[in-house]
């Protein structure tokens, strides 16, 4: 039994090493901390300011500040803040401040505030006429607070989107060796997400509810539908369409985790690369459990399975990654749409609007959106 559990540990240590090795060939600068959020009054000409809500099971460091710990919540808090993305910024990237933060050259907080949820709701839906499409991102394993809330805010500038980004932020470790702890904090916030996605529903003034999950978010997603679902919430379930990007879900699990769930409309859409190398690390750690962000789509059984699911299950393999991981290409998709779009791309050509297997294909695809069914793509297998 001890030589047993010392051969376990030993995978989890090589599999960390491996996991740490590749992300510190792809960190360009120290991760970022707290005091990248930290209020800057200047404003240039050029920048672009960008208002992001905050809901977070995340601690607050103390009393009302905006500055959230890994320490988990015993309720949500909620946040908006306003982040200024500067005049040079290039798509598929976070400028991040050097020594100081300079709106002119990284990204800047020029603005933030301390919300209830009814807050929260009131913001969002605003005072003008029509109804309020929101975008919901959850974030994955080994994210801080400001990366997650930096992260969307880039993505809403890139896709030039026009639903307002909501982040759900979960206590994540922030840290490589914290894939176990980070798994138990993203299952402690599901009844949160649940609610969340329930208050939306459930607000005559909002319209569109678009979930756009990555990674681990991908679980806890997953986990809150399925709770939605078994506690009856039809009316909010309905409301909802969801994007998984490079879900961390055992593959086993999640067929189990569709049968309580059921189809949707529109389907259930789930971005996967089989190069994924993060989620080859977890396959690792699990012991050889492949995961759902991983599958290959050209495997006919896979494809069989979509059907059956009604499932749109995309590979994204060709679009470029940058984290040297092959893990977060869901990123550069927000740039493919306003790039297809400001080419008057938007025309629906065949585009695959059911269910399958389907391969994307970044030179000729029309995408409707990067954050509902891929409009275009070429059928595997």
């Avoid at 599901?190 to 329930?198: C, E, G, K, M, N």
């Avoid at 259930?268 to 599958?295: C, E, F, P, W, Y």
Wanted: charged share 20%; with cysteine.
């Amino acid at each position: 039994m001890d030589i047993r559990r010392g051969r376990l540990c030993a995978d989890f240590i090589s599999c960390l090493m491996v996991l740490a090795a590749v992300l510190s060939l792809s960190a360009c600068a120290a991760r970022p901390g707290p005091e990248v959020l930290r209020i800057t009054e200047a404003h240039v000409p050029g920048a672009q300011t960008v208002t992001v809500y905050a809901a977070t099971t995340r601690a607050r460091a103390a009393g009302n500040v905006n500055v959230f710990t890994s320490g988990r919540a015993s309720q949500p808090n909620y946040a908006s803040f306003d982040i200024s993305v500067p005049p040079n910024h290039q798509p598929g990237r976070i400028e991040w401040p050097e020594e100081q933060i300079d709106p002119q050259t990284s990204f800047a907080t020029v603005g933030q505030t301390n919300l209830t949820q009814q807050g929260l709701l009131q913001q969002v839906a605003g005072s003008g006429d029509g109804r309020k499409d929101v975008v919901i991102f959850i974030h994955g394993y080994n994210y801080s607070f400001p990366e997650a809330l930096y992260r969307l805010t880039q993505i809403k500038v890139d896709g030039n989107l026009d639903e307002t980004p909501i982040l759900f932020a979960w206590p994540s470790q922030a840290a490589v060796a914290g894939y176990v702890a980070d798994k138990e904090s993203a299952t402690y916030s599901r009844d949160a997400l649940t609610d969340l996605l329930a208050a939306l529903a459930r607000d005559s003034r909002i319209g569109t509810i678009t979930v756009f999950a990555h990674s681990m978010g991908g679980w806890l997603t997953v986990e809150a539908l399925r709770q939605l679902r078994l506690s009856g919430q039809d009316d909010v379930f309905n409301r909802l369409t969801v994007v998984l990007a490079a879900p961390d879900i055992d593959v086993d699990v999640f067929q189990a985790q569709m049968q309580v769930i059921g189809p949707m409309t529109p389907p259930m859409t789930v971005l996967v690369s089989s190069d994924d190398q993060a989620l080859r690390v977890s396959n690792r750690l699990s012991r050889s459990r492949a995961r759902i962000g991983a599958l290959d789509i050209t495997d006919p059984a896979v494809q069989q399975a979509a059907r059956k699911a009604q499932l749109a299950i995309i590979d994204i393999s060709s679009v470029e990654a940058s984290d040297g991981l092959n893990h977060d290409r869901y990123i550069k998709l927000a740039t493919l749409y306003a790039n297809r779009r400001d080419e008057g791309g938007d025309t629906p050509g065949p585009g695959l609007r059911s269910t399958g297997a389907f391969v994307f294909n970044t030179v000729g695809a029309t995408i409707s959106s990067p954050f509902s069914i891929i409009g275009e793509a070429l059928e595997g297998g």
